[in-house]
């Protein structure tokens, strides 16, 4: 299996629907480079309204170092990073991306949201969720 991947990447088994897990990462793996979006709103495309926590829960378990899932574009409804001492210095990474990526973030997290909040063709998630179908 390629680094930085996990089973979820990989789609699901003939003829079985994709999991939340899966969706909620083809979801995320469309945010545009210099683009981000919310958990909530995640969740949300990935038919889950009202999951944010889940989706935080399945970002959480990707590796920064390793994985191909772009994670740090994914803030709070508020517009800011999650920052917390259980996140083992992924809030601060998260940070540094954005900031590679040209979002402004400042010191506590937080970013102008409506300034860079991604709005996606809604037949390409579709397409993105049912392979096409």
């Not at 991947?5 to 083809?26: H, V």
């Not at 995640?42 to 935080?56: D, H, P, T």
């Not at 170092?65 to 210095?89: E, Q």
Request: glycine share 10%; hydrophobic share 40%; charged share 15%.
């Amino acid at each position: 299996m390629p680094t930085g991947l996990c089973f979820a990447d990989f789609g699901s088994l003939p003829n079985m629907p994709p999991t939340a897990e899966q969706k909620i990462l083809r979801v995320t793996a469309m945010i545009p480079r210099g683009t981000v979006t919310t958990y909530g709103r995640v969740a949300e495309l990935a038919g889950y309204f009202g999951a944010a926590r889940q989706v935080g829960w399945v970002l959480r378990r990707q590796d920064p170092a390793t994985t191909t899932i772009p994670w740090h574009r994914v803030v709070n409804a508020t517009g800011a990073i999650s920052m917390s001492i259980g996140r083992n210095g992924s809030d601060w990474i998260q940070r540094e991306l954005l900031l590679e990526e040209g979002i402004p973030v400042d010191r506590s997290g937080r970013l102008p949201l409506r300034t860079y909040l991604w709005t996606p063709d809604p037949l390409q998630i579709f397409q993105a969720l049912t392979g096409g179908q």
